[in-house]
């Protein structure tokens, strides 16, 4: 007997130690291949295609320069955490790129070679509370181009890989492409005369679509009131032409026709043109919405500038609680099949309009972003009150509305007489059968295939609307912002796509990952419909109660206008009795609601809170029941 128990101790014991050599091998062989499980839904910590393509095509070797102060005291532990990550990126990179990627890590401590090493190559230290300062950057550099990254902050964690993937193609195709800016609004911010500025007051910085298209690109600016499109403009990028020219549209057409391409942000209602506010302020009629008229006819399109998109299903809120022309697109909105928003998640549009029509014959239309079928088109101005009375106002019509669309194919001129005469001065006689020059002659259509990106808001590319400022984690005074959407994400995307690089597109859709609750957002849809048909009742109710009113009005006796008649007295009482009942079952409409979505959000709770221990715990005692009968077996 004491034999077998020592046998029984001997194996055990040697059982552990074969367990322990195989988790240090394992170990040992895991940390060379720096190899990880990535169990997120959406994969956010596993290099995307466009990464691996982008490293793929690598043929020259490109030196990283990794800074990071290391001293144990002096790194807050959120920035030495987030310097782990960047480590482990860059490891993966080099292992991807095959060996291309070659890195070198640098702790830049003060008064060191590494320090100056780290400011020739543009990083900037960052000053911390006790007066020290440290260094969280990358430098990458190919033959004779470089690129930096200043500082890495944990902020634009989302986009570290974006930005590095940028980084690496900035210096193996260091030339820019020129890509146009032609816009009503101050784009590129603004600034205030002296005098103002010693009133405290201060200029607007400019959007930070601009800075980030900056990094990639040259932007050009150009005018509105512009005749022709410069040549070496590749993308022209078009946002709310507001009162656009013919004559403008026509350079647009050419620059079109001869192969540029175009993207374009128009807006049935650009609640955040503050220009457009001050006019109405001091007297002035609203200005009317955004749009390309001419061009977008000569498509087989159109687009309503008078009325917005509304819908029940994608429901943002304001301030002032709920709007349905404020649309929280999630992923089902989106066209997942397509390069530009196959990776967004959430997309936020204010009063867009929609794209309506069929495309003319060589021509092919591919939806970005489309509403759900409870949605409508309403009036722009009634649809800003927002609340319970802009929701009452839509009905549904079943109908999906393109909100953003791309045009592709062989394009054909809006202006087949040719160029427009200017606002003002008639066409003469003679001018019918005169033939312009050669080198003026205007182009019918296009010879190659071309692209057209057309989105129907421009608010959703504003700061405030697509990013939200936040303070600079250790000082510094500089301005940082991080995306709250994908709207920028989408608009980089349809530039870069046109510019013809694609494989960024990809890595940038990791910026914002929201999980919109689609459940809950069903169940509040639903629910609005059953309000609606309460207060349509209630409306009801109030013109009859009203007409009947009237109707006593004209057959009392005119001696007794102030009297109220016993008829008039029970028609009210009524009246008030209907809308008492009728406020009654919405409340109690609405506590249904609610009671539904707590106990959604609870059922979710518990779910997540006891699925995997519950699992564990049935795991365990499948086993021990199974180990039991074989003992018993035995």
Same mark, same amino acid.
């Given at each position: 007997?004491?034999?077998k ?13 074969? $367990? ?11 940390s060379r291949?720096?190899t ?21 095509? *690598?043929?020259t ?7 990071c102060?290391? !001293? ?14 960047v @480590? ?53 550099? $190919? ?30 195709a ?6 146009? &800016? ?25 959007? +930070?679509? $601009? ?5 990639d690109?040259?932007?050009k600016? +150009? ?36 192969g540029?391409?175009l ?45 917005? +998109? ?7 809120? %304001?301030?002032?609680?709920?709007q349905p ?16 928003? !196959? ?16 495309? %003319? ?25 927002? !609340? @319970? ?16 669309v791309? *045009? ?22 003679e ?9 003026g002659?205007a182009?019918?259509?296009s010879?190659? @295939? ?5 989105? !129907?808001?421009?608010?959703m ?19 940082? &912002?991080q ?9 980089q ?13 990809t &890595? ?21 419909a ?11 109710s *109030?013109?009859?109660?009203q ?25 009210i009482?009524?009246f ?22 707590d106990? *959604? ?18 795991t365990?005692?499948v ?7 074989q003992?018993?077996?035995?």
């Open positions: 007997m004491k034999k128990g020592l046998e029984t101790l001997l194996y055990s014991a040697a059982g552990v130690g074969v $367990m322990l050599l195989i988790l240090i091998a394992i170990n040992v062989i895991g291949l720096k990880r499980i990535d169990l997120t839904a959406e994969r956010a910590y596993t290099l995307s295609p466009g990464t691996k393509a982008i490293l793929s095509k *690598l043929d070797p490109v030196q990283v320069r990794f800074y102060t290391r !001293g144990d005291n002096t790194m807050p532990v959120l920035l030495k955490t987030y310097a782990q990550r @480590e482990d990126l860059l490891g993966e990179f080099r292992q991807v790129s095959r060996g291309k990627i070659e890195i070198q890590k640098l702790d830049p401590t003060p008064d060191s070679d590494a320090e100056d090493s780290a400011k020739l190559d543009g990083l900037q230290a960052q000053p911390l509370p006790n007066g020290e300062r440290i260094y969280l950057g990358v430098s990458l550099s $190919m033959l004779d181009q470089k690129e930096a990254i200043p500082f890495l902050t944990p902020a634009r964690e989302r986009l570290l890989e974006y930005d590095l993937a940028r980084a690496i193609t900035r210096v193996v260091p030339e820019k492409a020129v890509v146009g &800016v032609m816009s009503s609004l101050p784009v590129n911010g603004s600034k205030v005369p002296p005098q103002m500025q010693m009133q405290g007051q201060r200029g607007e910085p400019a959007w +930070v679509l $601009m800075d980030e298209l900056k990094r690109f040259t932007l600016t +150009v005018e509105m009131t512009a005749d022709k499109i410069p040549d070496d403009v590749k993308v022209l990028l078009v946002i709310h032409p507001k009162s656009i020219s013919d004559a403008t549209q026509f350079a647009l057409d050419q620059f079109i026709l001869r540029g391409k993207v374009a942000f128009l807006d049935p209602l650009a609640v955040l043109d503050r220009q457009a506010a001050q006019g109405m302020m001091m007297g002035q009629p609203p200005a009317g919405g955004s749009s390309l008229d001419k061009l977008l006819k000569a498509w087989g399109l159109a687009f309503d500038t008078n009325r917005v +998109v509304a819908d029940l299903a994608y429901m943002g809120r %304001t301030r002032q609680g709920r022309a404020l649309l929280a697109l999630n992923d089902v909105a989106l066209n997942k099949e397509d390069i530009v928003t !196959g990776d967004a998640d959430s997309i936020v549009m204010a009063f867009a309009g929609a794209f309506t029509g069929t495309p %003319t014959e060589g021509l092919k239309l591919t939806p970005l972003l489309q509403s759900s079928q409870k949605a409508a088109l309403i009036d722009g101005m009634s649809a800003q009150m927002g !609340g @319970e009375s802009a929701i009452n106002d839509v009905t549904p019509t079943g109908v999906r509305y393109q909100l953003a791309r *045009l592709s194919g062989k394009f054909k001129t809006a202006f087949p007489e040719g160029k427009p005469k200017p606002a003002g001065e008639a066409a003469k006689p001018d019918k059968d005169k033939k312009p020059d050669a080198a002659e182009l019918k259509e010879k190659t @295939e071309n692209t057209v990106v057309l989105i !129907g808001d421009s608010d590319i504003q700061d405030a609307v697509s990013v939200q400022e936040i303070p600079a984690l250790f000082g510094g005074g500089q301005r940082m &912002v995306p709250m959407n994908g709207n920028l994400g989408l608009a995307a349809a530039v870069e796509q046109l510019t013809g690089d694609s494989n960024l597109i &890595v940038r859709g990791r910026a914002s990952r929201e999980r919109p609750f689609t459940v809950v957002k069903q169940m509040q849809a639903n629910a609005e059953n309000y609606k048909a309460r207060i349509k009742e209630l409306e009801t *109030l013109a009859d109660a007409r009947r009113l009237n109707e006593l009005q004209r057959s009392k006796d005119p001696t007794q206008k102030l009297i109220l008649s016993p008829e008039q007295q029970q028609e009482a009524n008030r009795k209907k809308e008492s009942e009728a406020r009654i079952a919405l409340k109690q409409e609405r506590k249904k609601l609610r009671a539904d979505i106990s *959604l959000e609870n059922r979710m709770k518990w779910l997540n809170i006891g699925a995997v221990p519950l699992a564990v715990t049935l365990g005692v086993f021990a029941l199974k180990r039991r009968r003992e018993a077996a035995a």
